[in-house]
């Protein structure tokens, strides 16, 4: 059985469900959803968002989250989700996060690796 993937969401919007989301959904439809696990500690990916600054405190992979008008600080993330084309290393796949998700949604890449997210 493959190993779980640990996941978790901190600096989101009030009202944000951590375990009823696009990013969670996303993950479920590629990895199953007995491979996702969404946690509030020890998680193996964190991903966050701009409404606050509970992600400084945890040292793991980093996932920013945003539609807002942010450019990502990769002083403080890993990767990033968000409105800004960047142009980045090769190996790391670059969409617009409005396409990207929306055919992510439609037809979910089943062979995604966590290391290679959109932008």
């Given at each position: 059985?493959?190993?779980?993937?640990?996941?978790?969401?901190?600096?989101?919007?009030?009202?944000?469900?951590?375990?009823?989301?696009?990013?969670?959904?996303?993950?479920?439809?590629?990895?199953?959803?007995?491979?996702?696990?969404?946690?509030?500690?020890?998680?193996?990916?964190?991903?966050?968002?701009?409404?606050?600054?509970?992600?400084?405190?945890?040292?793991?992979?980093?996932?920013?989250?945003?539609?807002?008008?942010i450019v990502p600080d990769f002083?403080?993330?890993?990767?990033?989700?968000?409105?800004?084309?960047?142009?980045?290393?090769?190996?790391?796949?670059?969409?617009h996060f409005i396409t990207g998700?929306?055919?992510?949604?439609?037809?979910?890449?089943?062979?995604?690796?966590?290391?290679?997210?959109?932008?």
């Open positions: 059985m493959a190993e779980k993937i640990r996941i978790g969401f901190v600096d989101f919007w009030k009202g944000f469900d951590a375990r009823n989301n696009c990013l969670t959904d996303m993950l479920i439809r590629i990895y199953g959803k007995n491979r996702i696990e969404v946690v509030d500690k020890n998680f193996d990916y964190l991903f966050f968002s701009c409404f606050g600054h509970s992600n400084l405190k945890y040292d793991c992979i980093k996932i920013f989250f945003t539609g807002e008008n002083n403080i993330c890993d990767y990033a989700i968000g409105v800004h084309e960047m142009n980045l290393a090769t190996d790391i796949c670059v969409y998700m929306t055919m992510l949604m439609r037809e979910p890449c089943k062979n995604i690796n966590l290391r290679i997210l959109i932008i």
